[in-house]
């Protein structure tokens, strides 16, 4: 069972289409970073939100991280290719970091 | 500056056999962090090394073992492979603070297949 549920696990969507990728726990995290992975690569730190309620924005991402401190979402706006990848939530659990299962975001031309 | 480097970047071996992996960090940082990656189960959690000590460690068999240098370049090594040892194997290096939320640089991975 993971530690954190990211839904939907995949996600198929036209060019201009927003978005939005959930993470959710019953636990509580210490923070949650949101880090994409393309083909071939390792994955790329995107941010990383700490405080509950907070709301970070990133050009058309937009973070937030629930009051609890236990879920947070990825809200993209107007989707382009280049945002195609591999979305991975993952959050502080004592001294470790616990990773989702992913979201695979396709976006079409 | 060079990002974190892992090699080989793929590797086919068959049941039974043994693998090592090595992963150079960013100059700077301590601490060398292993992940396996499997579509199945997204990351997990391998193992730490923070100033060639072993620092955290996940729940993976004893298998599963690693050592990192004085110059923190850091090696993981697989025994008696398995078909469920398949995966990506990440390496991530950090300056080391110890604290979970610090930033992690991943590598690009070696991808292993066992036959």
């Known amino acids: 069972t993971q530690l954190l549920e990211q839904s939907p696990q995949f996600l198929s969507i036209q060019e201009g289409e927003n978005l939005t990728v959930y993470c959710n726990s019953s636990s509580v995290f210490s923070s949650l970073q949101w880090y994409r992975q393309e083909p071939g690569e390792g994955p790329v730190l995107l941010v990383t939100v700490v405080t509950g309620g907070e709301v970070k924005k990133l050009k058309r991402l937009t973070f937030q991280f629930g009051d609890a401190r236990k879920d947070s979402s990825l809200h993209i706006t107007a989707a382009q290719p280049g945002d195609t990848g591999l979305y991975l939530c993952a959050g502080a659990y004592g001294n470790k970091l616990v990773f989702g299962a992913g979201t695979i975001l396709r976006v079409k031309s | 500056k060079a990002g974190v480097t892992q090699t080989p970047r793929y590797l086919i071996k068959t049941r039974g056999q043994q693998v090592t992996l090595s992963c150079s960090p960013i100059s700077g940082h301590r601490s060398v962090s292993w992940y396996q990656q499997t579509p199945g189960q997204g990351l997990q959690f391998l193992f730490e090394y923070f100033s060639e000590t072993q620092r955290n460690k996940g729940n993976f068999p004893g298998r599963f073992s690693g050592r990192q240098f004085s110059n923190s370049r850091s090696e993981m090594n697989v025994s008696t492979l398995e078909l469920g040892d398949s995966a990506l194997y990440l390496c991530?290096?950090?300056f080391g603070s110890g604290t979970a939320q610090e930033t992690q640089y991943f590598g690009p991975g070696t991808r292993l297949l066992v036959l």
């Open positions: 991530a290096s950090s």
